[in-house]
């Protein structure tokens, strides 16, 4: 039975040794013929892509550097929008709905048999339950673009992080797309936001995007870390916009030396969010490399000394482990909508220009989310 034309979809043939050695010369483009139903199940549904987020995962799976990976040949895409074209008996959703797909439970981040079913496709398959409708008036695009970098986000500052009203939040790596979904989140959870990058342009729509105060930060060839023109260090910096207080709950995305550094301004009892590590990715060094000596250390006579709780959080393995934790946060999320969140998208592409996407997300060229279209 014909669903639709033949489509394209994205395939990495091959972990590759860095992940941009993958989008060079793992990564291909290939006709994709329409899902056979014959194939599928009674809950089954098809998805006629029409966005799929362009992540940072993306990256590092693709390199074999992520904590969990799809077996090549597999195509990539975390997160994807669309509008279903089929489904199956048991599946009580309508053909033309918009929806977006859990990419917890579908898609090379799950764990289960719909792992092949990345979002750089034309077509992808998910059981029903995998899809949520896409909130009334968002594009496609910005569907692609929201569950994973909110819940990421809502995992490390709340069910971690405790972060409260009134409180000043520390966000590195803050106009990526979870970056600047934490400082969304921060913002609506009434705390005082400084977020920190390296481009004056990308922080300028930080601010525009909410945050309270930005610091272009920078580092010297000894790894000291200052601000701006005139060499503040990021302590100083922290203190000063703190009222010499420090900061309660720092949230990192980046790793490297801004980490250790962080620590110096921030107050007694605070928490630290270890996020990921964007500033070193190659920590794993390739699939075969694991416990490679250049990963990211923090000073423990600063955690002990400023009595600090220092938090992992990993937001897809807490997840899998535990999956009725995404409960309260997705209620949460979803009330936030409601009263008018959104996701911000500052790039799109065709999927025909898919390598040139993966350079400008590993080059962090853009603020928020970047997208594909098939």
């Excluded at 092949?116 to 496609?140: M, Q, T």
């Excluded at 934790?325 to 209620?331: K, M, S, T």
């Excluded at 603020?367 to 098939?374: D, K, S, Y």
């Amino acid at each position: 039975m014909a669903m639709g034309p033949i489509g394209v979809r994205a395939v990495v043939e091959a972990f590759g040794e860095t992940p941009l050695d993958a989008v060079e010369h793992q990564l291909r483009l290939e006709p994709q013929p329409p899902p056979d139903p014959a194939e599928l199940g009674p809950s089954d549904v098809i998805v006629a892509v029409r966005a799929a987020q362009v992540g940072w995962v993306d990256l590092l799976m693709a390199s074999g550097q992520y904590q969990h990976m799809a077996s090549p040949p597999y195509t990539p895409g975390l997160e994807l929008a669309g509008d279903v074209v089929w489904r199956g008996p048991e599946a009580p959703l309508e053909v033309g709905a918009r929806v977006i797909a859990d990419g917890l439970r579908t898609g090379p981040r799950s764990l289960g048999a719909y792992q092949r079913w990345g979002g750089f496709a034309s077509y992808a398959v998910a059981p029903a339950d995998a899809l949520r409708p896409l909130p009334v008036g968002w594009s496609h695009d910005q569907g692609a673009c929201f569950l994973g970098s909110y819940e990421t986000a809502y995992h490390c500052l709340v069910a971690r992080g405790r972060l409260a009203a009134g409180e000043t939040v520390l966000i590195h790596g803050a106009s990526g797309a979870t970056g600047l979904a934490a400082v969304h989140l921060a913002k609506r959870l009434g705390a005082t936001v400084i977020a920190t990058g390296r481009s004056p342009d990308k922080l300028a729509e930080v601010a525009a995007q909410g945050a309270d105060h930005t610091l272009r930060t920078h580092a010297d060839p000894e790894g000291r870390i200052s601000c701006g023109d005139d060499g503040e260090s990021l302590r100083d910096a922290l203190k000063r916009l703190t009222g010499g207080r420090g900061v309660d709950v720092v949230y990192d995305g980046v790793g490297g030396p801004i980490s250790a550094a962080s620590l110096r301004g921030v107050r007694f009892g605070a928490r630290y969010l270890i996020v990921g590590w964007a500033a070193t990715p190659f920590v794993a060094k390739g699939r075969g490399g694991r416990g490679a000596p250049n990963a990211n250390v923090l000073p423990t006579n600063l955690i002990m000394m400023k009595g600090l709780d220092v938090l992992g959080c990993p937001t897809a393995i807490s997840t899998h482990r535990d999956p009725t934790i995404r409960g309260e946060r997705l209620a949460a999320l979803d009330r936030w909508v409601a009263e008018g969140l959104v996701p911000h998208v500052g790039a799109t592409y065709p999927l025909s220009e898919l390598k040139e996407a993966l350079r400008a997300k590993w080059a962090s060229r853009v603020v928020g989310g970047v997208v594909v279209r098939p």
